[in-house]
């Protein structure tokens, strides 16, 4: 099966079917491949404009495709293709790989150019910044709107844990007796043990359900254990602003690498009860979080929801 970056796109190298050059590297969401495979002719997605659009389409240089081909790890595309026009590069040359690097870090021109792209597009970019910018407004209103929601219900949550740690409710709520307790190397040794297996359900080696559903599972239980910190220790909801740091996670374009160094810097963090480590400890934790819900690409909302679920069962939330 096809893996998708969080971002919902796979990169692909487009390679002439008669001469094997490399023509050009550009991505695709699941829609452009389906018009791809559909029309036979190569369609994209462009990450600038936020769109989908079919090679060619002002140019004229279409793209036939021949076949296509996936790689070892199922992340990335070969489409062998036959170019129609004479140009695959939008900057008016054969291949977009016109250019040599020299020893000197200076390039070397090595192509000749086909077409003049500032005649081919004159006409071209209102109508690009005009989707460019529709494409942004919506994906910033999305977050916005994200936000807003994932506040109310964190708020909300948090309020709860607040709650059984002013209320002595250990005989009923296991929660309450650990909020009690206030055993910070307990809560932070919990921590590090469901941030691991959050990390290990994004490659496969922790599973109950499925990665989507223990994704939540998980990040739900990451969420409870970082909550009880900030609890215990009353750190105001403010100062670590939760939501902000799901979202942020989420939309952070992380790298695996990068994802693992914030999980390990907000165990460092957690490791002092100094108020401010502990607030920027627990924003890392819920970056992680975030992180993870895009790599699955489940709402950033889920984990959230999962836990104030449980607590309605629980009769301690209406």
């Not at 977050?143 to 409710?169: A, C, I, K, P, S």
């Not at 602003?241 to 810097?265: C, F, I, M, N, R």
Request: glycine share 6%; hydrophobic share 35%; charged share 25%.
């Amino acid at each position: 099966m096809l893996k998708f970056d969080r971002q919902g796109l796979i990169p692909v190298v487009i390679q002439d079917d008669g001469t094997e050059e490399v023509l050009m590297v550009a991505f695709m969401n699941q829609d452009a491949l389906e018009r791809t495979r559909e029309t036979g002719y190569t369609h994209f997605f462009s990450r600038s404009r936020n769109a989908l659009w079919r090679k060619g389409e002002q140019s004229g240089n279409t793209q036939a495709v021949s076949a296509i081909f996936v790689n070892c790890e199922e992340n990335s595309l070969l489409i062998r293709v036959r170019q129609q026009g004479g140009a695959a590069c939008h900057d008016g040359y054969r291949s977009c790989y016109y250019r040599r690097l020299n020893s000197d870090d200076s390039y070397e021109i090595v192509a000749e150019r086909v077409f003049n792209p500032a005649t081919v597009y004159a006409s071209t970019p209102t109508a690009h910044s005009t989707v460019a910018a529709a494409g942004m407004d919506a994906l910033h209103k999305e977050r916005e709107e994200q936000q807003r929601q994932l506040e109310t219900e964190m708020r909300q949550l948090y309020g709860v844990y607040l709650y059984l740690r002013d209320h002595d409710l250990s005989e009923q709520s296991n929660t309450s007796r650990l909020l009690q307790e206030h055993s910070h190397g307990y809560l932070v040794a919990r921590l590090a043990d469901e941030l691991e297996e959050l990390a290990d359900v994004q490659i496969g080696e922790h599973v109950h359900s499925g990665r989507e559903a223990d994704t939540i599972l998980e990040g739900s239980q990451v969420g409870y254990w970082l909550l009880l910190l900030a609890s215990t220790h009353n750190v105001r909801f403010d100062d670590f602003a939760p939501h902000t740091a799901v979202l942020d996670g989420y939309y952070g374009q992380y790298s695996q690498e990068k994802a693992v160094e914030v999980g390990q810097e907000c165990l460092n963090l957690l490791a002092s009860p100094e108020q401010s480590s502990l607030a920027q400890g627990l924003s890392l934790g819920f970056n992680f979080i975030g992180w993870t819900c895009a790599e699955t690409h489940i709402s950033p909302l889920a984990p959230t929801e999962y836990d104030l679920n449980q607590m309605r069962r629980k009769g301690l939330v209406n």
